[in-house]
């Protein structure tokens, strides 16, 4: 048996501690802030001593600055500490027809976005992603740019870093980080965007408490993240929570990765501007808000499309219900905006498959798409100093 070397020991597990402390007090500041030294000793169970060693520590690294002071009946009067907003995070967000990158604070608020257009080649939009970055860069003059989060349409290897499925995008086994890292010097984060929109629910809706969760995107295409026992489920590759890829008919039409009669072909935008399409003439620029418009102006043939849309992905839903048995459903999508539309049918479509003895989970719309999905890039940078 090799022999343990009990200072050795010590000293790592000394460090292991200070670092859990350090983060714990980290994420205090940042979900209760303004917060005195005192209520995080409180909140914390920690050493009034500790805390200001801490405290001290995190203010020296510039993560966390002294605000205004209290006033007490008696004693000393407080001071409140936050974050320090010169911390900032650059968000990438990638879709098949748009990509934004935006700048935000440790707080997760967005100062500056900037917009393109897709590109078909991938070297042309990383050119472009960096062009805009390097433009952040150059605004930003006295603040500290932590890192850079990607929210991606697909799934990318853990251990290549390489886009390896990304049916909607159509771009081929690309590696995107390393690009992005040389040319800006940042560390890059990578991660797929229904997980992204995970990390955002947990981090910035305060859904700390619930442990057990499904977010579903709706789009060009359906994205499932998993929420599990409080951890993000990633599966073997990564490739965890590809629902929308579940063929619901074999002879059904053909989807982007391949196969036939995928969930997202009955049930993403797509799928309903197809059905709208189908039903008579229509322009071939007509966009899924250009169809929730016209069904709110009383369009039958657009409101019939939508109906179909919804009742496909209450169906799809099912499978979500009676596999994971999840507390909450997130829908994340342009759909959210008529949800008075699609929220009754789906939830009746759910709660049909709830087994004896289960529980219907809630189903919970979050009205900001695109910013879900900002708010999952600057997540995965936080993170990796948040996280204890």
């Known amino acids: ?91 990438i967000d990638i879709r098949p027809t748009q990509i934004t990158v935006a700048l935000a604070d440790a707080n997760g608020k967005f100062t500056t976005q900037e917009a393109m257009a897709t590109p078909q080649d991938p070297k042309v939009a990383i050119d472009s992603m ?6 952040i860069i150059a605004s930003c003059k006295r603040k500290k740019i932590e890192g850079i989060g990607i929210a991606l349409p697909g799934r990318f290897s853990l251990t290549t870093d390489r886009l390896v499925f990304a049916p909607n995008l159509k771009w081929r086994d690309f590696d995107l980080r390393s690009p992005i890292a040389k040319a800006t010097g940042l560390e890059v984060e990578l991660e797929n965007a229904a997980n992204a929109c995970v990390l955002a629910a947990v981090w910035f809706d305060r859904m700390e408490e619930c442990r057990n969760l499904v977010l579903v995107t709706v789009s060009e295409g359906i994205g499932t993240g998993i929420l599990a026992n409080g951890q993000l489920v990633r ?15 074999r002879d059904g039409p053909p989807c982007g990765c391949g196969s036939h009669g995928c969930w997202e072909v009955y049930a993403s935008n797509r799928a309903a501007l197809r059905y709208y399409f189908e039903s008579g003439s229509a322009p071939n620029d007509l966009t899924f808000l250009d169809l929730l418009a016209r069904a709110e102006q009383g369009d039958t043939r657009a409101g019939k499309a939508l109906d179909r849309m919804a009742h496909y992905l209450g169906r799809g839903m099912r499978m979500i219900v009676a596999g994971l048995a999840p507390e909450r459903i997130i829908v994340v999508g342009d759909l959210t905006r008529a949800w008075d539309r ?5 939830e009746a479509e759910v709660h049909d498959q709830v087994l004896p003895g289960g ?30």
Do not use: Y
Not at 235 to 249: I, Q, R, S, T, Y
Not at 342 to 346: K, S, Y
Not at 360 to 369: A, N, S, Y
Not at 372 to 379: D, M, N, P, Q, S
């Open 1 to 91: 048996m090799r022999e343990t070397e009990p200072r050795r020991t010590q000293t790592a597990s000394s460090e292991v501690v200070r670092d859990i402390n350090r983060r714990i007090v980290l994420n205090l500041v940042r979900t209760r802030h303004p917060i005195s030294r005192a209520d995080l000793a409180r909140l914390s169970g920690l050493q009034r001593s500790t805390i200001s060693l801490i405290v001290e520590q995190l203010i020296e690294e510039n993560w966390v600055i002294e605000g205004a002071t209290g006033r007490l009946p008696r004693g000393r009067r407080p001071t409140f500490l936050r974050l320090n907003d010169e911390r900032v995070i650059i968000g």
């Open 130 to 135: 960096i062009a805009t970055i390097q433009r």
């Open 359 to 388: 529980c219907p989970p809630r189903l919970v719309p979050d009205h900001e798409d695109g910013m879900a999905r900002l708010r999952g890039t600057i997540a995965l940078v936080l993170q990796k100093h948040f996280s204890v």
């Open 235 to 249: 599966g073997l590759g990564g490739m965890a929570g590809e629902f929308g890829h579940v063929p619901l008919d």
């Open 342 to 346: 699609f929220g009754p049918v789906i």
